[in-house]
Every structure is written in C-alpha cells, then in structure tokens.
C-alpha cells in the first residue's frame, strides 16, 4: 500500500512541471512511468548517467517532452521516471538515439528490476515557471 501511494504521490508531483495542457490534446502521445530499482553501491554513476541521458534527450530530441526523474526519500535506489513523447514515432526514434543506448548500455549492470508502466493521461497541468 505504502509502495502505491509513494507512486501515486510521485507522479502527481512530476504531473504538476508539466506544461498545461488538456487531455484532448494529448492525442498520439506516449505516456510511461518507468520504475527502477538500482543497486545501492552504484547509485551514484547511475544518477549521474540518467542526468546526462536526460539532459541530452530533451535538448537534442524534439519529440521527447518530458522527462522527470525522482527517488523515493527513504529509499534512494527506487528511481521513478515519467516520460512523455510526442507519439509512437517519437518514442521509436528515442530507444534509437545513441544517447539512449549509451545510458542503457553504461547502465546494465546497475539496474536491478525495471517496471515500464503505459500511462493515459487524465489531465496534465503545471505553472509556467516553478
């Protein structure tokens, strides 16, 4: 139950940085939670992977989104990250792009267990600036 309310309270925490924008218009998109254990030892390089990978993909790429990356505060190596492209082609040309496969590939070894969770949005909404 803990486990759910934390990830419930997760995503409407990254829900409220995103731009407004209603659910109508958000036709085609693709929407994920992606929740990931990683070992505890290697926390670290792997915060700093995800970072960098984040960081490029919404500077490079024109159909990734969103990207919000949290840990859970009691325990940091449960990774939740919401993650909403602008359709199916976009998600595609993402898990394509050598910066995705650096990050996957630099990264293996540290993840222990990956959940990716299809999402539809019921309404997405935030300030212009936090």
Do not use: C, W
């Not at 939670?33 to 390089?45: N, W």
């Not at 990774?79 to 496969?101: C, G, N, R, W």
């Amino acid at each position: 139950m803990r486990a759910l309310l934390l990830t419930l309270i997760t995503v409407f925490v990254m829900i409220l940085s995103l731009q407004n924008v209603s659910a109508q218009q958000q036709t085609g998109q693709v929407v994920h939670i992606a929740k990931l254990e990683i070992d505890p030892a290697q926390l670290d390089s792997y915060t700093a992977a995800l970072k960098e990978h984040i960081q490029t993909a919404i500077k490079v790429e024109p159909g990734v989104l969103t990207l919000h990356a949290v840990a859970d505060k009691s325990n940091p190596a449960h990774i939740t990250v919401f993650e909403i492209y602008a359709d199916t082609a976009a998600y595609k040309a993402h898990l394509q792009s050598p910066h995705f496969k650096k990050y996957k590939t630099g990264t293996k070894d540290m993840v222990k267990s990956l959940e990716l969770i299809d999402v539809t949005p019921i309404e997405l909404a935030a300030k212009e600036k936090l």
